[in-house]
């Protein structure tokens, strides 16, 4: 089941008018079943959405031909190999030109499609980015941003690095506050994002000597950047209301995503307990089943599943490794949402603006000199 992408559009991204979703099928820790799964859901959903789906061929259409609403709607590239967990980096690095992975980034980077979706090995999946769609002009690190579940409108706080790079100085604070903020405006239409730098406290006094010199720099940035800097934010206001956009390191970031992520286990593990206890308290589940079906649906990982490579020419969403359907196809829809806006264009000029001189820069305008508040 091989769809031939229309000669008008191949290279733009997009096929028949729908946005081009570039898919590595074979990351997963549950099978390319899984993802074909999900993005069968995708599709069941969204009509303006096609796939080119990387993996071996007679695999796939195996998996495609079983899901009539992807007909016409896949394109399949033949890759034999796969990266797998275990593999170290700098070996795929070297070995890997055969895998699903480098062919669906290959396929960003030919503008064939707007953005690539893979639930497989992160750090060999950041590394191969870098290497194939290269950094922005101006980035000193790419980012992974995460969309934490939190009490503000939107549903959500956007908190980076994520778990691309253990390291990052006061520059590299900076322009993750920067591209933060294009995400929070892109992908969750936030007008005017608040930015926080999380701290052990919110004194200005506190923290490393990087995280002082960050607060300089962020503080100094907002206004021509157009965000607001709330100052120092702590563990605690991750899931709060008080910004929109959370800053820090990847080795604080991923080791909060991580703790996040099995504390809501915990206490969905614990709800189960409490009421199983008793054949009162099974009643008294039923009488709260829907209440707790809309808690569930807030506070499920797979429906937040998605981490977006933040500082690259190209936009790549990193499915979590055992993501289910659900978990795929809500991967899908945040790249659907991101190459709809035209995130990555956005994300490129906020970073040149910001780059320029203090003297010298201005909000992002477009060609008639005017703001243009969606970037």
């Not at 000669?7 to 008018?17: C, D």
């Not at 890759?79 to 480098?102: F, I, L, N, Y």
């Amino acid at each position: 089941m091989t769809v031939h992408p229309d000669p008008e559009t191949a290279g733009s991204g997009q096929a028949q008018g729908r946005i081009v979703i570039s898919v590595d099928a074979m990351g997963g820790d549950l099978g390319p079943a899984t993802v074909v799964a999900g993005i069968a859901d995708s599709a069941k959903k969204n009509p303006d959405i096609a796939f080119i789906l990387h993996g071996p061929r007679d695999e796939l259409e195996r998996l495609l031909a079983k899901r009539r609403q992807l007909a016409g709607r896949v394109e399949v590239r033949d890759a034999p190999d796969v990266v797998s967990m275990e593999d170290k980096p700098s070996h795929v690095m070297r070995t890997g030109k055969q895998t699903s992975m480098w062919s669906a980034l290959e396929s960003v980077r030919d503008g064939e499609a707007t953005v690539c979706v893979s639930c497989g090995n992160t750090g060999a999946l950041m590394m191969m980015s870098v290497l194939r769609l290269r950094r922005l002009p101006g980035i000193y690190r790419p980012a992974i941003g995460v969309m934490w579940p939190s009490r503000n409108p939107q549903g959500f706080n956007v908190l980076l690095d994520g778990g691309a790079d253990i390291r990052a100085d006061a520059k590299d604070l900076m322009q993750y506050a920067l591209m933060g903020v294009s995400y929070a405006r892109n992908g969750f239409n936030v007008a005017y994002p608040r930015v926080g730098l999380l701290n052990v406290g919110t004194e200005e006094h506190k923290g490393r000597a990087e995280l002082k010199e960050a607060y300089e720099l962020i503080s100094a940035n907002a206004r021509h950047a157009d965000f607001e800097f709330v100052g120092f934010v702590e563990g605690r206001d991750l899931p709060g209301d008080v910004c929109d956009v959370i800053v820090t390191d990847g080795f604080t970031g991923n080791v909060a995503l991580k703790t996040g992520e099995g504390t809501a286990t915990l206490i969905a593990e614990l709800l189960r307990e409490a009421f199983q206890y008793s054949p009162l308290s099974r009643l008294a589940s039923l009488l709260a089943y829907p209440s707790l079906r809309r808690l569930k649906k807030r506070i499920d990982p797979r429906r937040v599943n998605g981490g977006v490579f933040l500082g690259l020419n190209g936009t790549v969403v990193k499915s979590h490794g055992a993501a289910d359907a659900t978990g795929v196809s809500a991967a899908v829809k945040l790249a659907f949402q991101l190459a709809q806006s035209g995130f990555s264009q956005k994300l490129a000029a906020r970073v040149a603006s910001a780059s320029m001189p203090a003297q010298d820069a201005t909000n992002d305008t477009d060609t008639d000199g005017r703001e243009d508040p969606k970037t």
